[in-house]
């Protein structure tokens, strides 16, 4: 009797349990929650793939050689950052030099493509001095490492392969009697010229007396019957026409029979009047200039006008050459 009751409410159990599941609402119910599911879920990615753009990546093209604004102004599925600048002489203002990333590289929409470009305003720099008597390769090296385009100019001199004046814009900065301690601040990429010394053709020729010339005639005697150029023109104050003053004072100074290389350079002083006993009050030597254009000043002009329009004059240097 115990065991037939017993056995009775779990037939019950397993009837009810059967028909709850032949219950047609219930697997509608579980359809309905599946398929939401599901749908949840496809949105769910959807919306996370479209956010991230998974799989959706472009090339992107080379910049490099354009111009930042023509960049600026296109349609390009990117975005731009001038993340740096610096200073290229070759080229152009504002033309673009890397990015990041490289071209060909593939990167999503809206992107940031990271560009350097050559600066718009082209940097100072300092011209730096104690280049007078250095040698040339060595002044070449320290000139273009700061950003300068060197031109050199040979003139024969001694010591040859030294410098013997350093020029910016066919001004004279530094040479034997003018110094540059403190340095000019001057464009990178200036041209900065170098004359140079340069040994001779072996030849040698007297060292002209130039004295009781005028700077015609010292001229005429150095190019035709010495073969040698005119170096420093320096004028005094009384000189208003540079053509016919004469020579006070010449470096090298003459003595005979002492020779100097073919193609060298003679520095001369000029005073407008001849001086007594042809220059023989003139004793005190000329600084050595290395040769080279004269520096070109404005001097008092006497009545009547100026016969030359080329008047050198140097009497404001502080060492009183």
């Known amino acids: ?187 990178m990429g200036t041209e900065i010229e170098l004359v140079v010394n340069s040994e001779s053709n072996g030849s040698y020729t007297d060292i002209p007396d130039l004295s009781c010339l005028t700077y015609s005639e010292a001229v005429f005697a150095l190019q035709g019957g010495h073969n040698l150029s005119m170096g420093s023109v320096i004028s005094d104050a009384t000189v208003y026409d540079t053509l016919t003053a004469f020579v006070a004072a010449q470096f090298p100074p003459y003595e005979p029979g002492k020779g100097i290389p073919v193609g060298s350079q003679i520095d001369i002083r000029l005073t407008q009047n001849k001086p007594p006993s042809c220059g023989s009050d003139w004793d005190e030597p000329i600084n050595p200039g290395g040769g080279g254009d004269p520096d070109s000043n404005p001097t008092p002009t006497p009545p009547g006008g100026n016969n030359n329009p080329t008047i050198i004059d140097d009497s404001d240097d502080s060492d009183g050459f």
């Open 1 to 187: 009797m115990n065991e037939t009751s017993n056995q009775q409410p779990k037939f019950m159990f397993i009837r009810r349990l059967f028909a709850f599941g032949t219950y047609p609402k219930l697997w509608l119910n579980l359809l309905i929650m599946a398929g939401a599911t599901a749908l949840l879920l496809w949105m769910t990615f959807a919306a996370l793939k479209c956010y991230t753009r998974h799989n959706s990546t472009y090339e992107v093209p080379n910049f490099v050689g354009e111009h930042i604004d023509d960049v600026m102004d296109s349609k390009s599925k990117f975005r731009f950052v001038v993340n740096d600048s610096i200073y290229e002489k070759t080229k152009r203002p504002g033309e673009i030099i890397n990015q990041d990333p490289q071209p060909l590289s593939r990167a999503k929409k809206n992107r940031q493509i990271y560009l350097r470009i050559n600066t718009h305003a082209v940097p100072l720099t300092v011209l730096r001095g104690g280049f007078y008597g250095k040698e040339t390769a060595i002044a070449i090296s320290d000139l273009e490492s700061d950003g300068f385009i060197v031109k050199v100019t040979e003139v024969f001199g001694i010591p040859p392969g030294t410098v013997s004046k350093v020029k910016l814009d066919g001004r004279v900065i530094e040479d034997s009697r003018k110094a540059n301690d403190e340095g000019i601040s001057v464009k």
